[in-house]
């Protein structure tokens, strides 16, 4: 029975393609117009797709080290031969389980949440697409094909982002996104096709070329042999890259805050739990690769760690609601890179899954707030909103509680994390680790003490919330709260190497992590819910409120510097090139002009003409059988 | 620089040639009265056979073919001269002046 549900995998990856066609052509051809068809077809193919993944997911439990594999010839250059089709193991299993479900919870949750808007055909639309691309991408068996639905995801994010399109800075903000991704995008490619390059050209085995992923090891060591160090390490910085800008790491990390203005079902499902988690996913297939060399793998680390901690930090000062879960994303994300750059593979991974969670729940619960609140972002107006809406609070707490590092999935996984990097001897990643689980704490429970505690700032009462959105955010709460137990199976599940037995001697991590995490919730507590006076640190506190001016520089190199060039070569273009041309085009009319204005009918001026022409020709041929003649004599030739 | 001026060789013919042949050019070109410009090519006419006389009489004193032929041409400028003037006359007929801005139809 579970042959059935495998072999016809695919179907998963083409139900939401059916359902985003059926509705963009439904709503071009006056055929599907209610809503609740259109969200019923969403939820319905998403459903399909989480009952694949489970039962999958079942089978592979049962099999270990089960692959499933298969793929049509989609291009063929003699021996080459470029594969689409689907590619099924532990990782991608996980990932579409991930993916599915956190996805039918947030359909769920927009069915109710978008109800009002204009444009909810359009929306489903685009999350079906981003559907169909996200689980594309997960079960893609090479590495091209990964590139197509990378591809297809950045610009499913983009349409999301930008789904307000009216609205200036949502505008803005999609196209800051996918020029952002765009970046990274060109460094996937290139590195892909220079991965394709050096095992087509040296290895035997073309099939090898298209980079499949059931044999990346032996990508790996072969790339690792034909290269040189400097070219290894070259490829491995430009595939990272395409990570780098998918997860918002930090040279590209300022296109996740900004994408808060699309709506916030989106920034939960797309922007917290699934597409940015495509980067770690990628780090994750490519890891046999990266892992050959150490620079390479301390280069993930360092950038993210940077990235967490410069976020965690950025966090703190935020005052949009939004804002602050988007740095949290970040820094989580930054969390994952490090601990797969520092050998705590598993670790890494279980944090993607627990953090896509609890992190998508967050956003929900953010969502219920702005919502009842009538859009009012801003966490200096809100306050005492657990008597309004109980379950909401609730839920929040469970999150905020988790991904601090102190109970529930978010410990498991912190817990995998920090031994992993002690078990590595990784002791400066350990103490940056640390000082982000400090930050995260004390950010995460300040917006919890703000908009939930204390009394309320607002002015008008904040409305209930109805019941599919409280249901979506339940059951991720139930996930957050349980997902904690399949730590030792997830360890058996997903793993790299011998890279298993990582939880002995947890005492002393444990009681550091949760002891620093209590400190956090303790000094925001004092903080933000006695309200103590407190001194702020002004510099400190403008560099964090303004993000250390990374996005001014961003301006200013782009704007400034970069206008300035383009209106040099504008210039350039204008002026020199075309002027060239134009020049050409004068000198003709000039000439024809003089032309056409010799030509009087006059016999005296063509007179004038003939006798001036003979004189000028006479002249010139007297002056050349002089040099002639000159040459002759001197060179004793007559 | 008397001497020059006195002791008359070929360059004084040559030159005398010259400007008369440059008058009889800038007549041809600027005047306005179509019978001027016919008397400026008989300026031209015979500043070529002051040329042609010129070297035969300082180069070739045994056939005198210079001589001879600038005889010839002398006749042939007459007859061109003729000529010219029975198209002068024909045109004349149409066009009912002298002035040789009427006479712009190589234009057509």
Same mark, same amino acid.
């Not at chain 2, 009889?24 to 600027?30: H, K, Y």
């Given at each position: ?49 989480? #009952?694949? =993944? ?45 993916? !599915? ?57 983009? /349409? ?41 050209? *040296? ?13 990346? &090891?032996?990508? &790996? ?16 910085? /430009? ?22 203005? &699309? ?14 988690? =495509? ?26 760690? #940077? ?9 703190? !000062? ?13 820094? $989580? ?58 379950? !909401? ?44 689980? +400090? ?17 309320? @700032? ?10 599919? %959105?409280?249901?979506?955010?339940? #059951? ?46 303790? /000094? ?9 006076? #407190? ?18 520089? *961003?301006?200013?190199?782009? @704007? ?30 000039? %000439? ?47 | 620089?008397?001497?020059? +001026?006195?002791?008359?060789?070929? *360059?004084?013919?040559?030159?005398? =040639? ?17 019978? @001027?410009? /016919? ?23 045994? @056939? +005198? ?11 042939? &400028? ?7 003037? =029975? ?6 007929? !149409?066009? $009912? ?12």
């Amino acid at each position: 029975m579970e042959g059935t549900f495998i072999n016809n995998i695919y179907t998963v990856i083409l139900f939401p393609l059916w359902v985003f066609l059926l509705i963009i052509l439904g709503r071009l051809l006056n055929v599907i117009q209610s809503r609740r068809v259109i969200s019923l077809l969403t939820l319905a193919s998403t459903l399909y797709g989480v #009952i694949f =993944a489970v039962v999958t997911f079942l089978y592979m439990l049962k099999t270990p080290d089960y692959v499933y594999e298969n793929s049509y010839a989609f291009l063929r250059i003699e021996n080459y031969t470029l594969n689409f089709g689907v590619f099924v193991d532990n990782l991608s299993v996980i990932m579409l389980l991930v993916v !599915t479900t956190i996805s039918f919870l947030v359909q769920l949750y927009s069915t109710n949440y978008m109800y009002k808007d204009r444009s909810f055909p359009r929306f489903f639309a685009y999350l079906n697409l981003f559907n169909f691309s996200m689980i594309g991408l997960v079960l893609s068996p090479n590495l091209f094909q990964n590139y197509v639905f990378w591809e297809l995801v950045g610009v499913s994010s983009y /349409l999301l982002i930008g789904f307000w399109y009216k609205k200036p800075s949502a505008a803005d903000a999609a196209k800051k996104a996918f020029l952002m991704n765009r970046i990274g995008d060109f460094g996937l490619l290139a590195g892909t096709i220079a991965i394709s390059y050096f095992i087509y050209r *040296y290895s035997d085995e073309a099939s090898l070329a298209t980079v499949p992923f059931s044999n990346i &090891g032996n990508i &790996g060591d072969y790339l690792y042999s034909y290269t040189n160090d400097a070219v290894f390490v070259i490829i491995c910085v /430009l595939l990272l890259f395409g990570s780098f800008a998918k997860s918002a790491q930090f040279p590209l990390h300022t296109w996740l805050a900004d994408a808060m203005e &699309g709506p916030t079902p989106v920034s939960a499902l797309i922007h917290s739990a699934t597409m940015v988690a =495509a980067g770690v996913y990628l780090i994750a297939r490519l890891y046999p690769l990266y892992s050959l060399s150490d620079g390479v793998m301390n280069f993930i680390a360092i950038i993210g760690l #940077i990235t967490a901690l410069i976020c965690a930090y950025f966090a703190i !000062t935020q005052n949009d609601l939004k804002r602050i879960l988007a740095y949290s994303t970040n820094s $989580q994300l930054g969390l994952m890179f490090l601990a797969l750059g520092a050998g705590a593979y598993t670790g890494g991974l279980f944090h993607l899954v627990t953090h896509a969670y609890f992190k998508s729940m967050l956003f929900l619960c953010s969502g219920i707030v702005i919502h009842s609140l009538a859009h009012q972002q801003d966490i200096r107006f809100m306050g005492g909103l657990r008597k309004y809406l109980p379950l !909401t609070a609730a839920c929040y707490l469970i999150a905020c509680i988790s991904i601090s590092g102190l109970l529930f999935s978010g410990f498991c996984s912190k817990e995998m994390i920090l031994s992993g990097l002690l078990k590595n001897n990784h002791y400066i990643f350990a103490v940056g680790f640390l000082i982000v689980a +400090l930050m995260t704490a004390f950010y995460m429970f300040r917006s919890y003490f703000v908009v939930f505690e204390g009394d309320f @700032k607002g002015s008008n009462v904040p409305l209930k919330s109805p019941f599919l %959105l409280n249901l979506s955010i339940s #059951i991720l709460a139930v996930f957050t709260v349980f997902l904690g137990i399949f730590q030792k199976g997830f360890e058996h599940f997903i793993k790299f190497g011998n890279d298993i037995a990582q939880s002995e001697n947890l005492l002393n991590p444990v009681f550091i992590s949760v002891s620093i995490a209590v400190l956090g919730i303790f /000094l925001a507590f004092v903080i933000y819910c006695k309200k103590n006076k #407190i001194i702020k640190p002004k510099i400190l506190y403008q560099l964090s409120y303004n993000r250390f001016y990374i996005d001014n520089f *961003y301006d200013f190199l782009s @704007k400034k510097i970069y206008y300035t060039i383009s209106n040099i070569c504008a210039f350039i273009d204008k002026y020199l090139v075309d002027g060239l041309v134009i020049l050409a085009g004068l000198n003709t009319r000039a %000439l024809s002009w003089v032309f056409s204005k010799m030509q009087t009918g006059n016999f005296q001026s063509y007179l004038a003409y003939a006798v001036i022409f003979l004189a000028i020709s006479f002249a010139v041929l007297m002056f050349a059988y002089t040099m002639i003649m000159q040459y002759a004599f001197l060179s004793g030739v007559s | 620089m008397i001497e020059l +001026l006195f002791d008359i060789g070929l *360059y004084h013919y040559l030159i005398l =040639a010259l400007i008369l042949f440059s008058i009889g050019f800038f007549g041809a070109i600027v005047a306005k009265n179509m019978l @001027k410009v /016919l008397i400026s090519v008989e300026f031209m006419l015979t500043a070529v056979n002051i040329n042609f006389i010129a070297f035969a009489g300082f180069f070739d004193n045994i @056939k +005198l073919s210079g001589f001879v032929f600038s005889l010839f041409y002398l006749a042939v &400028g007459a007859v061109e001269i003729a000529i010219a003037l =029975a198209i002068f006359y024909l045109m004349f007929r !149409t066009k $009912q002046s002298v002035n040789t801005e009427d006479y712009n139809c190589g234009k057509e």
